[in-house]
């Protein structure tokens, strides 16, 4: 059964940052690109960024560009996104989602999210 | 970046109705677009991916066409777990980008 558990989410002050983690289990954690995927409150999804399986490759979205950081550790199946400079727009509830095939397609499997609250 | 606009944003919708969701992209995505459902404080659940193919246990009422820039979720008969809301989300171009969503309510 494939699982992902996100932490690392609080309170955090303007310009503050955070570590976000996503510890997954019940696949071959290192043959998939992985995701954050951030809703905020009320209102729809935003893809944010995403990393390949050997970490060699990152994306981003434009609004996190630059103050955002995604990596990985293969060894403990677990994906990370360093968040800096945070603003109030960056208030969500953080998802890691896994697609469907290693380097593309649709998110099969998602997290529960973790919530990141900005303000001071 | 592809910019996916869903409609209407709200559907008032009876159990046992059939309710009609759009999304369009900006520009062809072929068909690598799926729709997801999403009930309140859970996370987003496939439904249908490829445009057309429904997720693993995904009851046969849901039904998804389209290809290109144009697509279409169908819901044929409303059941009381399907009031929700639904996105798109193309797959095709970097970055991914969803639609704004499409609340179905029950009327």
């Known amino acids: 059964e494939v699982l992902l558990l996100e932490s690392g989410g609080g309170l955090v002050q303007p310009g503050g940052s955070l570590r976000l983690s996503c510890a997954a289990s019940?696949?071959?954690?290192?043959?998939?690109?992985m995701s954050w995927v951030r809703q905020a409150p009320g209102k729809g999804l935003e893809w944010v960024s995403a990393?390949?399986?050997?970490?060699?490759?990152?994306y981003y979205a434009d609004s996190v560009k630059g103050r955002f950081s995604i990596s990985r550790d293969n060894f403990k199946n677990t994906l990370f996104l360093q968040m800096n400079s945070l603003r109030a727009e960056d208030m969500a509830v953080y998802y890691c989602?896994?697609?469907?095939?290693?380097?593309?397609?649709?998110?099969?499997?998602w997290g529960q999210g973790t919530l990141v609250t900005v303000s001071s | 970046e592809i910019v996916m606009t869903q409609s209407p944003a709200t559907l008032s919708v009876s159990p046992g109705e059939r309710a009609t969701l759009s999304c369009r992209a900006s520009?062809?995505?072929?068909?690598?677009l799926a729709w997801y459902q999403q009930e309140p404080g859970q996370a987003p659940r496939v439904l249908i991916y490829?445009?057309?193919t429904r997720a693993t246990g995904i009851p046969a009422r849901f039904s998804g066409s389209g290809s290109g820039t144009e697509f279409t979720l169908t819901i044929s008969s409303l059941q009381s777990e399907d009031f929700a809301v639904y996105y798109c989300?193309?797959?095709?171009?970097?970055?991914?980008?969803f639609g704004g969503g499409t609340k179905v309510e029950i009327k």
């Open positions: 989602a896994k697609r469907v095939r290693p380097a593309g397609g649709h998110f099969e499997y």
């Open positions: 019940g696949f071959t954690f290192s043959d998939y690109h």
């Open positions: 990393i390949s399986g050997s970490g060699d490759s990152t």
């Open positions: 520009q062809s995505v072929r068909s690598n």
């Open positions: 490829d445009a057309s």
């Open positions: 989300q193309q797959y095709s171009n970097w970055p991914l980008t």
